[in-house]
T-cell receptor, first 112, second 114 residues
Framework: KQEVTQIPAALSVPEGENLVLNCSFT??????LQWFRQDPGKGLTSLLL?????REQTSGRLNASLDKSSGRSTLYIAASQPGDSATYLC???????????FGTGTRLKVLA | EAQVTQNPRYLITVTGKKLTVTCSQN?????MSWYRQDPGLGLRQIYY???????DKGDVPEGYKVSRKEKRNFPLILESPSPNQTSLYFC?????????????FGDGTRLSIL
């Protein structure tokens, strides 16, 4: 059964730092991996989706990488800002289905 | 504006009183899904629907029902709510012509079952 893990659960960094969030999954037979951002009291906003055939995706200051063989994805945030403070979640669809498994998230706080 | 709309946003009710949480999307998406989010457990999928009249169970379907009679709507029904269904619920939608399409989420419904 697919399991998705995100470490650390929480992270505080000073403004301007580059940082990396981690996502691990146990079943490498995935179609894609999606990174989301969740602000308090809000729904999830899709940040990046990496297809299984891709190694990385970039959007602005965000870069997500995917290593299927090792069951890992990283979300790199460059030059962090206080507005980046949120919970970041990763999710994968279970192989052969449209059932999605989410990690429990990393709560990020960027200090001004 | 493309969006997924859930109603109500907040609800406090009592055990056993049937309730329905509505979800509507205006993006002509085939795929719709319901999740619940609990502290320490993350988001867990309740039910999903690939298209009209096509629904399937997620990881935690017990105590819930869904229907998909129209493409834009996917209501979540709690026939006899219990306190362990107190949670934050999210509806999501996406295209299904190819699985590599991002999901779009509603703002959530916070349910408290007393």
């Amino acid at each position: 059964k697919q399991e998705v893990t995100q470490i650390p659960a929480a992270l505080s960094v000073p403004e301007g730092e580059n940082l990396v969030l981690n996502c691990s999954f146990t079943d490498s037979a995935i179609y894609n991996l999606q990174w989301f951002r969740q602000d308090p009291g809000k729904g999830l906003t899709s940040l990046l989706l990496i297809q299984s055939s891709q190694r990385e995706q970039t959007s602005g200051r965000l870069n997500a990488s995917l290593d299927k063989s090792s069951g890992r994805s990283t979300l790199y945030i460059a030059a962090s800002q206080p507005g980046d403070s949120a919970t970041y979640l990763c999710a994968v669809p279970t192989s052969g289905t449209y059932k999605y498994i989410f990690g429990t998230g990393t709560r990020l706080k960027v200090l001004a | 504006e493309a969006q997924v709309t859930q109603n109500p946003r907040y609800l406090i009710t009592v055990t056993g009183k049937k309730l329905t949480v509505t979800c509507s999307q205006n993006m002509n998406h085939e795929y719709m899904s319901w999740y619940r989010q609990d502290p320490g457990l993350g988001l867990r999928q309740i039910y999903y629907s690939m298209n009209v009249e096509v629904t399937d169970k997620g990881d935690v379907p017990e105590g819930y029902k869904v229907s998909r009679k129209e493409k834009r709507n996917f209501p979540l029904i709690l026939e006899s709510p219990s306190p362990n269904q107190t949670s934050l619920y999210f509806c999501a939608s996406s295209y299904t012509r190819h699985i590599n399409q991002p999901q779009h989420f509603g703002d959530g419904t916070r349910l408290s079952i007393l």
